[in-house]
């Protein structure tokens, strides 16, 4: 299973980025999907999860700025990010819970930078 992350960058405090993460290769069902987030001299983190059913899990430090989606169609997993916080800056891991036993993948990793 491949997992293509997109979407990150610089932005001022205040602003926005939309995530994006493609999963490829899977013959079977991808259920739970999400990013987790490694700042500077931390661990990785979750950031959010959405199940195939549409439930939703969020970080608190997150609530109310962050949106997760799914299209489960296209095997793509959304991260919406309002009111983006210099601490918010961090590697963006998209991973995708795969089969039965639900094995985890991880795509590669994209940087999103918060200037104040």
């Known amino acids: 299973v491949q997992l293509q992350a997109s979407g990150g960058g610089l932005v001022q405090a205040g602003g926005s980025l939309r995530l994006s993460c493609a999963a490829s290769?899977?013959?079977?069902?991808?259920?739970?999907m999400g990013w987790y987030r490694r700042a500077p001299g931390e661990q990785r983190d979750l950031v959010a999860a959405?199940?195939?059913?549409?439930?939703?899990d969020y970080a608190d430090s997150v609530k109310g700025r962050f949106t997760i989606s799914r299209d489960n169609a296209k095997n793509t997993v959304y991260l919406q990010m309002n009111s983006l916080k210099p601490k918010d800056t961090a590697v963006y891991y998209c991973?995708?819970?795969?089969?039965?036993?639900?094995?985890?993948?991880w795509g590669q990793g994209t940087l999103v930078t918060v200037s104040s």
């Open positions: 959405v199940t195939s059913g549409g439930r939703t």
């Open positions: 290769g899977s013959r079977f069902r991808i259920s739970a």
């Open positions: 991973a995708a819970e795969v089969g039965a036993i639900a094995t985890k993948y």
